[in-house]
């Protein structure tokens, strides 16, 4: 089957494997053949060579029914999302904690959920197509329940259920104190997709403490590039993404992306679209971006939204598709740092997302461009508002 047109499948398989379907399209239709296209992103392969990954992407959609408290949370066959965030990772635990934490609903990976119902009752949730049932699998695997029970109760497959143990299994490894946070644990744990705070939160620590132990232990990650082609063939597309692979710790010989001397701006995007932030703001980045080319500043987008404009590997000079978290956010400012000068960042056209961040942008000595953080806490914090009102004596 082949539908000749551009949908919202078409537009994710195109940010998951960077392979310009919409403009291959276009070309196609007014009478060229693929073999007579070049690939974009290699320069040397033709348009018929099929996109090949090397990595694990992961989509997840975004709901909101929360927001309407009278609608039942089920998933059925009309569309009840109101965003998605996608993530990439070179494993399916590290690709799918790195989706959930981008989903900004207030997860860090695959968390625990409240649970106060019975052993009956849990297994009718199990039942159900709800939006946190991949939650629900988690808490089922963690009170021990077999992997082909859930699947018989959930119908999916076995290697999802699998991969998910790996999770919740790790995690118990985490919880005993006994064990020591060393080296290689924290390799193994990072490889599956736990965020430092994620791990803090199961040790019973701060994220701070976690960072300095992995700092000084020195493992940080590595940042891989989409190339539609698996490293086959040579690549100079700057569209990528970050990974812990187990060995490249030592070195970053495993890294691709390779700071220029330039001078440059990053810039954060809004994250998945929702109630209240949708897709005004993702063009304010967009037009950010193409004024910062225009003054010979190099751009760098940050976001992990597969909707926007912001997430083709054109729009800027660079593209890291990420979750838009501190620590994401600032192992990227830490990689642009080390060669060319980091002009600052820019985190007043993502809407609420960023403006999250600038305290720890602030604290890490990265400097805010445009709008001072104490300038926006000033304007969302009701309380120094109505005394800044009183003291200019403005009613």
Known sequence: ?????????????????????AKIAAKLAVGFTLDELTNDITKTTPASFEPTIDYIVTKIPRFAFEKFPGTE???????????????IGRTFPESLQKALRSMETGFNGLDKIKNNFSKRKNFHLLKQNSPDKIFRIAQALRSGLSIEKIQQITKYDKWFIEQLKIITDTE??????????????????KSLGFSDKKIAEIRGSEEKIVKKLRERLKVSPIFKRVDTCASEFPSTTSYMYSTYEENAFSQIKGCESKPSQKKK??????GPNRIGQGIEFDYCCVHASYALKQIGIESIMVNCNPETVSTDYDTSDKLYFEPLTEEDVLEIAKKEKSKGTLLGIIVQFGGQTPLKLCKALKESKIPILGTSPDAIDLAEDRKRFKELLLKINLK
């Open 265 to 270: 701006v990053i810039i954060l995007g809004g």
């Open 172 to 189: 118990k490894i985490l919880k005993n104190k006994k064990i020591p946070l060393n080296r290689e644990l924290l390799i193994r744990v």
């Open 73 to 87: 949370p089920l998933l059925t066959t009309s569309m009840k999302s109101v965003g998605e965030a996608m993530s």
């Open 1 to 21: 089957e082949m539908n000749p047109r551009v949908s919202r499948s078409s537009a994710l398989a195109s940010k998951a494997t960077g392979f310009p379907i």
